[in-house]
T-cell receptor, first 115, second 113 residues
Framework: DQQVKQNSPSLSVQEGRISILNCDYT??????FLWYKKYPAEGPTFLIS?????DKNEDGRFTVFLNKSAKHLSLHIVPSQPGDSAVYFC??????????????FGTGTRLTIIP | NAGVTQTPKFQVLKTGQSMTLQCAQD?????MSWYRQDPGMGLRLIHY???????DQGEVPNGYNVSRSTTEDFPLRLLSAAPSQTSVYFC????????????FGQGTRLTVV
């Protein structure tokens, strides 16, 4: 049973426009969420995170929104740049993970920025 | 500062062979984890460790063994390779307590024929 779902396998966005990547989860115990970015032949790199006590976290061009009642989070990238083309993974952790050693990942969304 | 180093980067095994995927970190992180990435399935946790001498199973542990004799190293052993273990393997480290992010190595692409 996929507890973290990214229902869009791919997304294409024009350079300069907003990219919105979505993630849904089913386990209400999850209390911390992370977004990772992955280029081909490289390991995932951390992008941004949000705790369940917040509904928004912003870092430069990246903003993550959390809607706990809908069990939904989204990553907004504004403005989108060609270097943002990558696969984006949503991940979740629950309170029994003392240090996020057990992350549950979504299946990923491949974002392509069109110049 | 190398961060998280995985070796080898690529490996081809025959069914039934055994091998060890190496993971070394110089970040002095307490926690380490192994994930595998398969098409359409995201990353799935194989085994993890919260400190030297302490390991536990993740979501997909069958066919794999781990040990953690030092803080720096967390090898993943395939006991008898099967085609179903063809995957990309990632090692990750975390600082320890609290909500911190995981740092990943570059991955090992394993093909079992």
């Amino acid at each position: 049973d996929q507890q973290v779902k990214q229902n869009s396998p791919s997304l294409s966005v024009q350079e300069g426009r907003i990219s919105i990547l979505n993630c849904d989860y089913t386990n209400s115990m999850f209390d911390y969420f992370l977004w990772y970015k992955k280029y081909p032949a490289e390991g995932p790199t951390f992008l941004i995170s949000i705790s369940s006590i917040k509904d928004k976290n912003e870092d430069g061009r990246f903003t993550v929104f959390l809607n706990k009642s809908a069990k939904h989070l989204s990553l907004h990238i504004v403005p989108s740049q060609p270097g943002d083309s990558a696969v984006y993974f949503c991940a979740a952790s629950h309170p029994f993970n003392f240090g996020n050693e057990k992350l549950t990942f979504g299946t990923g969304t491949r974002l392509t920025i069109i110049p | 500062n190398a961060g998280v180093t995985q070796t080898p980067k690529f490996q081809v095994l025959k069914t039934g062979q055994s091998m060890t995927l190496q993971c070394a970190q110089d970040m002095n992180h307490e926690y380490m984890s192994w994930y595998r990435q398969d098409p359409g399935m995201g990353l799935r946790l194989i085994h993890y460790s919260v400190g030297a001498g302490i390991t536990d199973q993740g979501e997909v542990p069958n066919g794999y063994n781990v040990s953690r004799s030092t803080t720096e190293d967390f090898p993943l052993r395939l006991l008898s390779a099967a085609p179903s273990q063809t995957s990309v393997y990632f090692c990750a480290t975390l600082l320890g307590w609290g909500n911190t992010e995981a740092f990943f190595g570059q991955g090992t692409r394993l093909t079992v024929v």
